[in-house]
């Protein structure tokens, strides 16, 4: 097991080291190249021998593989995301105000998700084609096909103003632990990021479970004597977890994804609206710390579900070492 999770860190910090390179390379590419930031500050005095001036103390005319070498190891050995020249301070300080936000935020969603969607997906496998089964499938394909900023909307315009009158933002200026202490006002939020998890993941375990249910160890149960819920839960729903724990593993990049469209839209304080904000104002610097740090957490949830896969399939520890 131990060699299993060396193999699979050794690739996550390879495809971190990738991810880190076109990161740092994105901003040749944007207008005035990597004096972007030079010409943003400066504004109306962006004179060449002032852009020249501004660029040389603040290291922006050293050569690509130096500036490159020094992000690497800053960020390595120090975790140092850069520096946002517009808001005058670390892109750590202001990324560190949102993450906790958004972390629970999505980690809710995330927990809610498992628990809706798997025994979901299990019911609908063993009531197959039926009414109940048909009603929740047109149900999960009508919620994976809406778009998240309109599934916003109408939860705001119904549970808000019409039913319930729940609060449609979070308070402001709050802490990140208040999604407990004022759960209330969260409800939409984390309700409307579940939803958009729960469609697909469902899904894909009733796909999974009638999959593993016409397998010849499944017949060979029944032929025994096993009962329908014996063969379910003792026999199929080990083998059906495999591949939805990889799935929960990608799912990380797609819940900060719903969670930058609903914290602009219940303008909730998190990562996503401040990454919005800072796209829209240009503040690269912050833009790329918060991809890094975005690659990071998908990255460390790829890794838990690949440990998490070998602990429930030992044979792909078996075959990963035999190679």
Avoid at 136 to 150: D, E, K, M, N, S
Wanted: proline content about 6%.
């Amino acid at each position: 097991m131990f060699s299993y999770i060396l193999r699979r860190l050794g690739q996550s910090v390879v495809v971190l080291l990738i991810v880190i390179v076109i990161t740092f390379s994105l901003p040749y590419f944007q207008p005035h190249g990597i004096l972007a930031p030079a010409y943003a500050v400066l504004g109306a005095r962006s004179t060449p021998y002032n852009v020249h001036v501004w660029a040389f103390q603040h290291g922006l005319l050293e050569s690509y593989w130096t500036r490159l070498y020094q992000y690497i190891f800053q960020l390595v050995f120090h975790f140092n995301l850069g520096y946002s020249y517009k808001q005058e301070l670390s892109v750590r300080t202001i990324i560190a105000l949102y993450v906790p936000r958004t972390v629970w935020l999505a980690l809710s969603a995330l927990i809610l998700t498992v628990i809706i969607a798997v025994p979901l997906g299990i019911f609908q496998a063993s009531r197959r084609n039926t009414a109940v089964d048909y009603a929740a499938t047109g149900t999960a394909f009508v919620l994976y096909a809406i778009p998240t900023f309109l599934l916003c909307l109408l939860a705001i315009e119904f549970f808000g103003f019409h039913s319930f009158h729940l609060p449609i933002s979070p308070p402001e200026g709050i802490a990140p632990w208040a999604i407990f202490t004022d759960p209330k006002s969260f409800i939409l939020p984390v309700g409307c990021l579940t939803l958009l998890s729960v469609a697909g993941i469902s899904r894909f375990m009733r796909g999974t479970v009638l999959e593993v249910l016409v397998q010849d160890y499944v017949r060979t149960a029944r032929a025994k004597g096993c009962s329908p819920l014996r063969v379910l839960w003792r026999h199929s729903l080990r083998n059906a977890l495999g591949p939805i724990v990889t799935i929960l593993g990608l799912s990380i990049p797609a819940l900060f994804g719903g969670a930058l469209i609903v914290e602009y839209v219940f303008n909730y304080s998190g990562l996503g609206l401040q990454t919005l904000n800072a796209a829209l104002s240009f503040d690269v610097p912050i833009v790329l710390g918060i991809t890094i740090l975005v690659s990071i957490f998908t990255l460390l949830g790829n890794l838990a579900a690949d440990v998490a896969l070998g602990l429930i399939d030992p044979r792909l520890r078996i075959q990963g070492g035999s190679k």
